[in-house]
């Protein structure tokens, strides 16, 4: 014990802890108490009060707002039920009511099934603001816009008054986010015969709370200024306003992506903090409040991974409540001003301390100096430089032995590094190189055949490295569609070698060769040849007759194709509805003498065949969880359920999609390899 304390008291720590870490620790304690306690105070006083205001603010301007709209919507109720009998007249007053109010949107009276039987079916008069000087006006309603069977339209009839409906994306432009106020028409019976809708662009709310900060609060209303940068910015520093309804759909946000898309949960679901799901519900149910009180700074609220304080309060005659959030870093900028005053009495301390220890860490310091030196040379490249010596037993002594340890590491580790930089430099380029040519060999020129319009054909290839073992190919021979899809077995430099041989030798064998297993066939037994590194090759190679839309395949242990049908078609491929019927054939490069079977489909005018390779089920993400052929077929229902029909192209694109929105910013796990043929125009009989 005795020989512990006494090497202690020889160590540069405790000659210098007893003088100096005393001092500073007794000085920087009671300095730091008091500076906490009166800036605790000070910020959450002024805080409050100041926050509380621009809360206040905001929340008037939005019910301003609202106010406007639903004052204008209320009185035109009234000349539209006089004018009923008038439908030539309801257009002309939907116009007046857009042209006099320049916070509304657009408007349209939507009316029962047949009211005015010479009108139709339907009949809407409806207007809508172009910009801020012209009003367009028309009748609106049809097949294509059946608002009779809308449950907006349903809702509203039977509602005894008006209401705000949920935000929603203009019908036009998919984009806008709108909400409305719907109010029910009456005749003279008393009887329901249209709704009244106006709408309320989220837009522009938007860019009214954008205007709310101190200076904005002292200027009068100016509805011209831009102030979207001014949002990005706030939001950025941790300020910013926000509504939800009683959903907790956002209204408003400076990120407008959020807008009617997210929802406030969705973000306060994601953290192990509760209390913002408390903040959010006492949102949603119309209450007002503030958050952290004062006196609960052990309860921080989280919000979105930052610590916030957030004043809310419900917005009149909604169901909306507005927020604003102050990340914690911003609130307590008066805290952090005082606590400057802390570094310099701090600095003043230690100077008396330093004045107090000069001499004694002066003494003790000396070969620290050298040895500085000495590291000042090593780091300029000199590692032979010169190492003091020390006589004392403590830890410079240590530290001299280590420093001359590491000059003969590092000079040592410098050399090596050198060469493995050089190497590595060499071998990135290589590889770039061989990723220009392997890409070079892929068809990537689409439409690939723009003289014909009876067949479209799309494909996309994603190495997991910087080459490949994946390939596709494709060309036309005598009216006949030759292609084919693969993986090689592993990655990097071997497999994209397989795949390079293999791409050209299916060029060369279909360009003689008309049946798809005499070609799968061909190809085995010469990757089968002096195979000495047992790689394989899963293929699919397929021959379709553009003139009759017989297709003849073979499968080589790959994963089955896709029969993507149009909405109300059926896949005539062997009887299935999706999945291309295929044999368990073995991967090429296995068994030299396999006997490959060859199997045939009927395509239809608007078939399309879907090929992949195991880089697309297979992708996974952050957890290791697959993306999987479910995930797939499900994209593929989608498509197939759409009115619209989609092409190639846009087929790949929103799997590749599907996918990236899967794995998220997980490392590619394996080469991902699509494509998409599809038969266009009608077979020739």
């Not at 100041?50 to 603010?57: D, F, G, M, P, Q």
């Not at 007249?89 to 099934?113: A, K, T």
């Not at 249209?194 to 709370?209: C, Y």
């Not at 089920?617 to 498509?639: C, K, L, P, W, Y």
Request: aromatic share 10%.
């Amino acid at each position: 014990m005795k020989k512990q304390k006494d090497k202690y008291s020889h160590s540069v720590a405790g000659k210098l802890s007893r003088r100096i870490l005393i001092t500073l620790v007794i000085v920087m304690a009671i300095l730091s108490y008091v500076i906490y306690t009166l800036s605790t105070v000070a910020f959450i006083t002024e805080t409050e009060d100041y926050y509380e205001n621009v809360l206040k603010a905001s929340n008037e301007k939005v019910r301003r707002i609202i106010s406007d709209v639903y004052v204008a919507a209320v009185n035109t109720v009234p000349q539209v039920e006089d004018n009923l009998d008038n439908p030539d007249r309801l257009q002309l007053i939907m116009e007046r009511l857009v042209e006099h109010n320049p916070r509304i949107r657009s408007c349209g009276i939507s009316f029962v099934e047949g009211y005015y039987p010479q009108k139709g079916k339907w009949f809407c008069p409806y207007a809508s603001r172009i910009d801020s000087t012209k009003v367009e006006g028309k009748i609106i309603g049809d097949a294509d816009h059946d608002y009779l069977k809308a449950d907006w339209f349903q809702e509203a009839l039977a509602a005894k008054e008006g209401y705000w409906c949920k935000p929603y994306f203009e019908g036009n432009d998919g984009v806008t986010p709108l909400v409305s106020y719907l109010v029910p028409i009456h005749d003279k019976s008393g009887n329901a015969v249209a709704v009244l809708g106006v709408d309320l662009s989220l837009e522009w709310l938007q860019n009214h709370l954008g205007k709310i900060s101190r200076k904005e609060m002292e200027k009068a209303d100016d509805d011209s200024t831009s102030v979207d940068d001014h949002q990005e910015m706030e939001w950025k520093r941790g300020k910013y306003i926000f509504i939800i309804d009683s959903n907790g759909t956002y209204l408003a946000h400076p990120d407008q992506k959020r807008i009617i898309n997210e929802n406030y949960f969705t973000y306060t679901d994601a953290t192990p903090d509760t209390i913002d799901n408390y903040v959010g519900h006492l949102m949603t149910s119309g209450k007002k409040g503030y958050y952290p009180e004062y006196g609960e700074d052990d309860e921080n609220l989280t919000i979105e991974g930052y610590r916030c304080y957030i004043f809310f309060k419900p917005v009149e005659h909604t169901d909306w409540s507005i927020g604003l959030v102050m990340r914690e870093i911003t609130v307590k900028v008066t805290g952090y001003v005082l606590a400057g005053l802390l570094l310099i009495f701090v600095f003043v301390a230690m100077m008396i301390v330093l004045v107090v220890s000069f001499v004694t860490i002066r003494k003790t310091t000396k070969p620290l100096t050298q040895l500085a030196q000495s590291a000042d040379e090593v780091a300029k490249g000199n590692f032979n430089a010169w190492l003091p010596w020390v006589s004392s037993h403590d830890e410079v002594h240590k530290l001299r032995d280590s420093f001359r340890d590491m000059q003969h590491s590092l000079a040592q580790y410098v050399e090596e590094l050198q060469s493995t930089t050089a190497q590595k430099a060499s071998f990135e380029s290589e590889l770039k190189v061989a990723n220009e040519i392997q890409m070079s060999m892929l068809p990537k020129t689409f439409p690939a055949f723009p003289d014909r319009d009876d067949v479209d054909i799309y494909g996309k290839l994603t190495p997991a490295k910087a080459v490949g073992g994946d390939l596709f190919d494709f060309f036309i021979r005598d009216e006949q569609l030759f292609f084919c899809i693969g993986d090689v077995s592993g990655k990097g430099v071997p497999a994209a070698l397989v795949m390079a041989v293999t791409r050209s030798l299916f060029r060369n064998i279909s360009a003689h060769v008309d049946e798809p297993h005499l070609i799968v066939g061909t190809l085995n037994k010469m990757l089968a040849e002096d195979n000495e590194t047992n790689m394989f090759v899963t293929v699919f190679v397929g021959v379709l007759n553009l003139k009759t839309g017989q297709l003849r395949y073979c499968n080589a242990g790959h994963d089955a194709p896709v029969v993507i049908a149009p909405s109300g078609q059926r896949s005539k491929a062997e009887g299935q509805e999706s999945m291309l019927s295929c044999d368990s054939n073995l991967p090429l490069g296995v068994v030299p003498d396999w006997n490959f079977t060859e199997q045939k489909a009927e395509m239809v005018p608007g078939n399309m065949i879907f090929l992949y390779t195991d880089g697309l089920t297979e992708a996974e993400d952050a957890s290791h969880n697959q993306f999987g052929e479910q995930r797939m077929t499900s994209v593929i229902a989608d498509i197939q359920s759409e009115n619209v029909g989609q092409g190639p192209q846009e087929v790949i694109e929103r799997m590749i999609d599907a996918v990236h929105a899967f794995v998220g910013e997980a490392e590619q796990s394996d080469d991902l390899t699509l494509l998409a043929i599809q038969l266009t125009s009608p077979v020739k009989e």
